[in-house]
């Protein structure tokens, strides 16, 4: 309001015509306004950023992955829940089907660090405010589902890869040491590159029959659907 008053008393101050010192006036307020706005930007986006993705962070890795599943022409279930005679026995947020593996990934958000080796029954957390908690390590967590899952549908466990997806700004200590061939923890921004180099494996490629009667059939006995539109003839 200040700004708008100033800018009037300037240009209704004369009948006639704008001074010089005028013009520099109005100049040096719309390029102060200008980065005002600018520095106010710069400061509130990182936080507004941070707080849009922590509360619809399980959207943005669906996103993430639908878009691998679309450009590689893969099978794509989301909240697969495995039952046993009508109980739950574990949920799988998303499982992904490449051309050599299966890959059964866990979606997760940390708003902090966290620190444990790969074998750590235990992790612990740091949040911002520097308290810590103790949380089950998320990679077995997801390893142990994909057991179930291996058991459950009777596929080879060998075609299986874990995967726990997390936010691109959570801190991990040795996060690139965490991993085997067989179970990884990777930021969202990184889970292109990981699946294109999982695929790049010199192995045989899973049987596409095989494949495909293997998706509907978990479809079917667990109840969700198939995201499978790049694969319709």
Excluded at 45 to 66: E, G, L, S, V
Aim: aromatic share 12%; net charge positive; proline share 2%.
């Amino acid at each position: 309001m200040v700004l708008l008053k100033t800018l009037k008393n300037i240009f209704y101050s004369s009948s006639t015509e704008i001074s010089g010192d005028d013009l520099f006036k109005i100049i040096a307020i719309t390029l102060g306004a200008i980065t005002l706005i600018v520095l106010i930007f710069l400061i509130v986006y990182p936080f507004a950023k941070r707080r849009y993705q922590f509360k619809n962070f399980k959207k943005i890795y669906y996103k993430k992955i639908r878009t691998i599943a679309e450009i590689n022409d893969y099978y794509l279930i989301n909240n697969l829940i495995l039952r046993n005679n009508d109980q739950v026995i574990c949920q799988i947020d998303h499982c992904l089907f490449g051309e050599k593996f299966i890959y059964v990934i866990k979606d997760r958000y940390y708003r902090g660090a966290i620190k444990g080796e790969k074998d750590d029954n235990i992790w612990i957390f740091y949040d911002k405010k520097g308290k810590t908690y103790e949380m089950e390590n998320p990679m077995k967590v997801n390893q142990k589902r994909v057991e179930k899952l291996a058991l459950m549908t009777q596929i080879d466990p060998s075609f299986f890869v874990s995967i726990v997806i997390i936010n691109d700004d959570a801190i991990v200590k040795n996060m690139e040491n965490m991993s085997s061939n067989d179970s990884y923890i990777v930021s969202r921004k990184r889970l292109p590159k990981l699946i294109k180099s999982i695929e790049a494996r010199d192995v045989k490629k899973i049987d596409e029959k095989q494949l495909n009667f293997a998706v509907q059939d978990i479809s079917r006995l667990y109840g969700s659907q198939v995201e499978q539109d790049e694969r319709e003839d």
